[in-house]
């Protein structure tokens, strides 16, 4: 249930975004879904790809900073208010969410949020709970 | 505690206090009268302090003549402090004149022979014996530091690596298939290895290797402490110029409560840096060194520019020789900044505090409308590294919360990709200043 995701630290330098993208390219990793958090001197890039094994190999061959964490992908309806349910079941149970990115799946009808929180067991556990499915790990790296 | 205690020349190590000033105030004088015969730059200084080495009562009487500085050999250089004639000289060194012309120093037979006898001295201190592999990873060549440690390692009978610098991974070949059990380099150098060693996946207790002689550049207690951890080894200090005589002027026993300074070979006196009075006992404040004993190349009242204090106890080791602290920096990499005097050292005892940080740093120094600016930039790795921004910036905050309490001045932390600053296999540059005052 839980995904695999690659946070790598990369300075605010141009080209540096395109090189991490060239390793990966390069060694047929693909990138499933990814997020930058970004200040003045530095950001985290967190990507989702088919490979986190073979990806962490590779980026820390070229001496980035390279860790893996876990994040749960749960579909959400594309459509007004979809994501807002889902919140008030966390809220409602006291989950922390640490953050979040999305991306529409390719059909169109469902959006993917990434979500890391402070405590993920809790947090499937309360949306299991209450009905919300969260998606398995081959869906997401096989988006 | 106990531990072992080696001494290798137990007669001048542990000459009472009285004893060591007799001797002192002796070749004190036979020096002076050496210098005023033979080296004109002395002469000169004599003949314009209006003091002559006959005036001479007592060791105190030292500080009316006046300093021997860097600018002296630069201005006499190549041989012209020299005190033998070439004839005599057996052995050239010089350091690495970063800036203008290099110095260069002379050694007689005899001075080759107390250059070993006193690295002999340091390095039995540190626990080598005959059976150690002594891995020499300092450069072979002018600098005096690969040379003195070999010669001292074959007076005591250990078998001798000479490995020289760089070339990492050979190093660490040699380190697993020779057996070497104790290894001399520059601490920066040391954990370069240690941090090759973790990338190979190589453990260091596989290795036979148990105590380390690091020197030439001043390193912290924490740095000691990761040496020792990360190598496995125990970790000893020592110290040197090539202008006193390279290393073997002072190095650490085992319970590492200071370096033993040689004072049968040299006088030591602790300055105030701004005014050149000479500094009650205790005082931390610049290293003044003069030879006793040397022929080649005398020294009086030499400016060291190291930064340290000496303590005139006797140590629980037995050696009743004065031990001086690690060095604090040196007066020429003291920055100032914002009118504080801030060491590269503080910054780098900081950085190993918190936890897991690596001393790969670089002080980058600027000055923007009228106002000194400091930035630490750190290199990342994955003990500081957190895929939550909110922890990466507290970390920093954090960095730059005790930065500002240690060194009384505000400094900006920067995060750098690993291996973006410049490595270097000998000496590590830790400064960069931008100001052009």
Same mark, same amino acid.
């Given at each position: 249930m839980k995904v695999e995701q690659i946070s790598i630290f990369i300075e605010n330098k141009s080209g540096r975004l395109a090189e991490i993208t060239a390793i990966l390219g390069k060694a047929g990793i693909n990138i499933r879904a990814l997020s930058l958090a970004d200040t003045s001197d530095f950001g985290i890039l967190r990507l989702i790809v088919d490979d986190s094994e073979k990806a962490l190999k590779v980026l820390k061959e070229q001496r980035f900073t390279v860790s893996i964490t876990n994040v749960i992908g749960v579909a959400v309806p594309?459509?007004?208010?979809?994501?807002t349910s889902i919140l008030q079941i966390l809220d409602n149970n006291s989950v922390n969410v640490e953050y979040m990115y999305a991306f529409v799946e390719r059909s169109g009808d469902n959006a993917v949020i990434i979500f890391r929180f402070d405590n993920i067991d809790e947090a499937i556990a309360a949306l299991t709970k209450n009905g919300i499915k969260i998606l398995p790990s081959e869906h997401i790296t096989s988006i | 505690m106990s531990l072992p205690v080696n001494i290798w020349n137990r007669d001048a190590e542990c000459l009472p206090r009285e004893a060591i000033r007799q001797l002192q105030l002796k070749r004190l004088q036979e020096t002076l009268s050496l210098v005023a015969s033979k080296v004109p730059c002395y002469q000169a200084k004599f003949k314009d302090s209006g003091f002559?080495?006959?005036? *001479?009562? =007592? *060791? %105190?009487?030292? &500080?009316?003549l006046p300093f021997t500085t860097k600018e002296d050999l630069r201005m006499n250089y @190549?041989? +012209? $402090?020299?005190?033998? @004639? $070439?004839? %005599?000289?057996v052995r050239i060194h010089s350091s /690495? #004149?970063?800036?203008g012309k290099p110095t260069v120093v002379g050694y007689t037979k005899a001075d080759i022979k107390t250059w070993t006898e006193l690295v002999a001295r340091f390095m039995t201190a540190a626990?080598?014996?005959?059976e150690d592999i002594v891995h020499i990873a300092f450069g072979y060549g002018l600098f005096t530091g690969a040379f003195g440690l070999h010669y001292g390692s074959e007076a005591i009978g250990a078998s001798v !690596?000479? $490995? /020289? #610098? #760089?070339n990492t991974d050979k190093q660490l070949m040699i380190m697993q298939d020779y057996r070497s059990s104790a290894l001399v380099c520059t601490p920066s150098y040391g954990l370069t290895l240690a941090d090759r060693m973790e990338k190979q996946g !190589?453990? @260091? &207790? =596989?290795?036979? *290797?148990?105590?380390g002689l690091f020197g030439a550049e001043p390193w912290s207690e924490q740095m000691r402490r990761e040496l020792e951890q990360r190598l496995g080894i125990i970790a000893t200090d020592n110290y040197g110029l090539s202008e006193i005589m390279? @290393? #073997?002027?002072a190095g650490e026993c *085992?319970?590492?409560?200071g370096m033993h300074l040689a004072e049968d070979h040299f006088l030591a006196e602790i300055i105030?840096?701004?005014?050149g009075a000479v500094l009650p006992e205790g005082s931390v404040g610049e290293l003044v060194l003069t030879s006793l004993t040397k022929q080649a190349f005398p020294m009086i009242?030499?400016?060291?520019r190291d930064i340290t204090r000496l303590d005139y106890t006797v140590c629980e080791c037995g050696r009743t020789l004065a031990r001086m602290e690690?060095?604090? +920096?040196r007066t020429d990499d003291m920055l100032i900044i914002k009118g504080v005097n801030v060491f590269p050292t503080q910054i780098e005892e900081v950085l190993f505090q918190? %936890?897991?940080? %690596?001393?790969?740093y670089q002080l980058i120094v600027d000055r923007e409308n009228n106002m000194d600016s400091l930035e630490i930039q750190v290199e990342v790795n994955e003990n500081i590294f957190f895929d939550e921004m909110k922890q990466q910036r507290q970390f920093v905050v954090q960095a730059e919360k005790r930065l500002a309490t240690v060194l009384g001045v505000s400094a900006k932390v920067k995060l750098v990709e690993p291996e973006s600053i410049k490595r270097h296999e000998?000496?590590?540059?830790?400064v960069i200043d931008r100001r052009q005052l």
């Open positions: 594309d459509t007004p208010g979809g994501l | 002559q080495p006959a005036d *001479l009562q =007592s *060791l %105190e009487d030292l &500080r009316h @190549p041989y +012209g $402090m020299f005190a033998v @004639p $070439m004839r %005599e000289v /690495s #004149g970063t800036t626990g080598v014996t005959r !690596i000479p $490995m /020289s #610098g #760089g !190589i453990d @260091p &207790r =596989s290795l036979a *290797l148990r105590v390279g @290393p #073997g002027v *085992l319970f590492k409560q105030d840096p701004d005014t009242r030499y400016r060291t690690k060095t604090r +920096g918190i %936890e897991g940080c %690596e001393p790969h000998g000496k590590a540059v830790r």
